[in-house]
Nanobody, 125 residues
Framework: VQLVESGGGPVQPGESLTLSCDTSGFIFSRYDMSWFRQAPEKERGSVAAISNVAGKTWIADSVRGRFTISRDDEDKRVYLQMNRLKSEDTAVYYC???????????????????GGRGTQVTVSS
């Protein structure tokens, strides 16, 4: 399994970024996917998830209305569109598969142990 995140970088508050996650080594279309983030000295948490059926999405309260998750099963990619970024969005962002029943709960965890390196998002003026 390979998960390769990209698209991060330094931005100013209010700006936008789109993160991409290229995947391989598993049948992408069969898995629910999630974006996680981890800020310095904080635990990793899920900010958005998308199901493998009908593309149903879940967005964390902290980013709802600003972040959108989408997927392309043909290209085996999952995206995170981030608008109106805030300083508190600064973190390393990771993608991984998740167990569907855990989406939106404290039990959600990355499914594959061979997760990617993540992509750094830094929001600062």
């Amino acid at each position: 399994v390979q998960l390769v995140e990209s698209g991060g970088g330094p931005v100013q508050p209010g700006e936008s970024l789109t993160l991409s996650c290229d995947t391989s080594g598993f049948i992408f279309s069969r898995y629910d996917m999630s974006w996680f983030r981890q800020a310095p000295e904080k635990e990793r948490g899920s900010v958005a998830a998308i199901s493998n059926v009908a593309g149903k999405t879940w967005i964390a309260d902290s980013v709802r209305g600003r972040f959108t998750i989408s997927r392309d099963d043909e290209d085996k990619r999952v995206y995170l569109q981030m608008n109106r970024l805030k300083s508190e969005d600064t973190a390393v962002y990771y993608c991984n598969a998740v167990a569907g029943l855990t989406i939106g709960t404290p039990r959600v965890r990355p499914w594959f142990s061979s997760g990617g390196r993540g992509t750094q998002v830094t929001v600062s003026s």
